[in-house]
Structure formats: C-alpha cells, structure tokens
C-alpha cells in the first residue's frame, strides 16, 4: 500500500513563505497527477495545486501567482512552495493524485499569524 508522508509545515506569519515537501513509497508518481489539497477548520477539503504526470501545472484562484508545486519522478517527491503567505491559507496541507484516490496521509499544519 502506497503510503504519503507530508512535512514542512509550521508557524508563519502574513508575508512569510513555506516549503511542503511529500514522499510516497512506490514509483506511483510517474503514472499520476499529483496535488496539494488544504483543509481548514470547518471546511471541505480542497485542490489547490495539481501538477500532471508531464509537469504542466494548475493552481486554484486563491493560491496562483504565490505557490508553486514540482515534482521529481526519480525521488518520488511532490513539493508546494508557499510565499506571501495569509492567514486564510492556515490548513492542515496533505498531498495525494488527482483525483484522491490513495489513502491520505497525516498531513502537515500551516498556520499563519497575522
């Protein structure tokens, strides 16, 4: 079974920047799409990034021109980097494909302070 592992999430304030990193056991990267989804507190779990199995890339109204997603097929790692944070992107950040259809991991907390 496919497993995801989040890190790099933390403490920030408005303006500052963070970079998520995701690992998955198994080559399954290269088959799939990838995405970074965020849940906030009280809300649906959303699709903020995708990055697709050639690399062209996607972003949500709310994150595009501020994060940034990559990928590296060969170290099976998705990677979200984060700038001009706001305190609306505090959320528990997880990676999975897109569609979700793997088991989802712990996730990482981003939490920005105003």
């Known amino acids: 079974q496919v497993q995801l592992v989040e890190s790099g999430g933390g403490l920030v304030q408005s303006g500052g920047s963070l970079r998520l990193s995701c690992a998955a056991s198994g080559s399954i990267f290269s088959s799939n799409d990838m995405g970074w989804y965020r849940q906030a507190p009280g809300k649906q779990r959303e699709l903020v990034a995708r990055?697709?199995?050639?690399?062209?890339?996607n972003y949500a109204s709310s994150v595009k021109g501020r994060f940034t997603i990559s990928r590296d097929n060969a170290k099976n790692t998705v990677t979200l980097q984060m700038n001009s944070l706001k305190p609306e992107d505090t959320a528990v950040y997880y990676c999975?494909?897109?569609?979700?259809?793997?088991?989802w991991g712990q996730g990482t907390q981003v939490t920005v302070s105003s």
């Open positions: 999975n494909a897109v569609p979700g259809y793997l088991t």
């Open positions: 990055i697709s199995r050639l690399g062209s890339t």
